[in-house]
T-cell receptor, first 113, second 113 residues
Framework: KTQVEQSPQSLVVRQGENCVLQ??????????LRWFKQDTGKGLVSLTV?????DKTSNGRYSATLDKDAKHSTLHITATLLDDTATYIC????????????FGAGTKLTIKP | DPKIIQKPKYLVAVTGSEKILICEQY?????MYWYRQSAKKPLEFMFS???????DNQTASSRFQPQSSKKNHLDLQITALKPDDSATYFC????????????FGPGTRLTVL
C-alpha cells in the first residue's frame, strides 16, 4: 500500500497562474514533512520543511501547509514561471535520529507559456 | 562551485561486476545519505551516516556497502551487479542526523547490462 500519495500525478498550468499540489500520507510517526523540487534528470532541491502539528511555511512563491491530524500537506505555487516545470516530491520523515523517510511518487508540473 | 560532488555522472557496468560510486560534500555537514531512483519507482532511501557511523540501513541487500573514509565522504560500493540495480543514485548531506534540510548531489546514473 502506498504510504505517501500525491495528487494530481501530473498538472499543466499556464504561466502566471497559481497551483496547489496535495500530499496525503499514512506513515507513522510523522516527525516532519518536506517538499522537494526535482528538475528532469537532476537532483532534488529542498523547498520547505514542516514540523509542527499544524504548520505553515513560506519560501518566496512557495508556501506549504501541514495538518498532522489529517495527515495532509499542500504545496502552493503562486505566479508560476516556466522554470517551475519539474516534479514535486513530498517526503515524510518518521524518526528523529534514524532517518526513516518515505517518498511520494511526485507530481509532474508543466508550466505552459 | 558544486557543494556535493558525485562521480561518475554516468556509469555502465556488466552483470556480476563491482562498482564504487563516489560522493564528497563540502558543506561541513555531519550526516550523509544515499538514495536510489529507479525508472518506475519513487525515490528510495538507502542509508544514513552520522559522524561516519551507520545510523540507518533500509537496503535489504548486503551487495550495497557504504564506505566512509572521511567525514565528508560517503562512497557506495555495489558488488555482483544486476540489471535491476540500474538506477540513478543520489547522495545527500545535512548538518546533523535529523536531516531536516538535506542537500542533494547531482546523482550517478548507473546502467547494468
Amino acid at each position: 500500500k502506498t504510504q505517501v500519495e500525491q495528487s494530481p500525478q501530473s498538472l499543466v498550468v499556464r504561466q502566471g497562474e497559481n497551483c496547489v499540489l496535495q500530499c496525503n500520507y499514512s506513515v507513522t510517526p510523522d516527525n516532519h514533512l518536506r517538499w522537494f523540487k526535482q528538475d528532469t534528470g537532476k537532483g532534488l532541491v529542498s523547498l520547505t520543511v514542516l514540523v509542527d502539528q499544524k504548520d505553515k511555511t513560506s519560501n518566496g512563491r512557495y508556501s506549504a501547509t501541514l495538518d498532522k491530524d489529517a495527515k495532509h500537506s499542500t504545496l502552493h505555487i503562486t505566479a508560476t514561471l516556466l522554470d517551475d516545470t519539474a516534479t514535486y516530491i513530498c517526503v515524510v520523515g518518521a524518526d528523529y535520529g534514524n532517518e526513516k523517510i518515505t517518498f511520494g511518487a511526485g507530481t509532474k508540473l508543466t508550466i505552459k507559456p | 562551485d558544486p557543494k556535493i560532488i558525485q562521480k561518475p555522472k554516468y556509469l555502465v557496468a556488466v552483470t556480476g561486476s563491482e562498482k564504487i560510486l563516489i560522493c564528497e560534500q563540502y558543506l561541513g555537514h555531519n550526516a550523509m545519505y544515499w538514495y536510489r531512483q529507479s525508472a518506475k519507482k519513487p525515490l528510495e532511501f538507502m542509508f544514513s551516516y552520522s559522524y561516519q557511523k551507520l545510523m540507518d540501513n533500509q537496503t535489504a541487500s548486503s551487495r550495497f556497502q557504504p564506505q566512509s573514509s572521511k567525514k565528508n565522504h560517503l562512497d557506495l560500493q555495489i558488488t555482483a551487479l544486476k540489471p535491476d540495480d540500474s538506477a540513478t543514485y543520489f547522495c545527500a548531506s545535512s548538518q546533523d542526523d535529523r536531516g531536516y534540510e538535506q542537500y542533494f548531489g547531482p546523482g550517478t546514473r548507473l546502467t547494468v547490462l
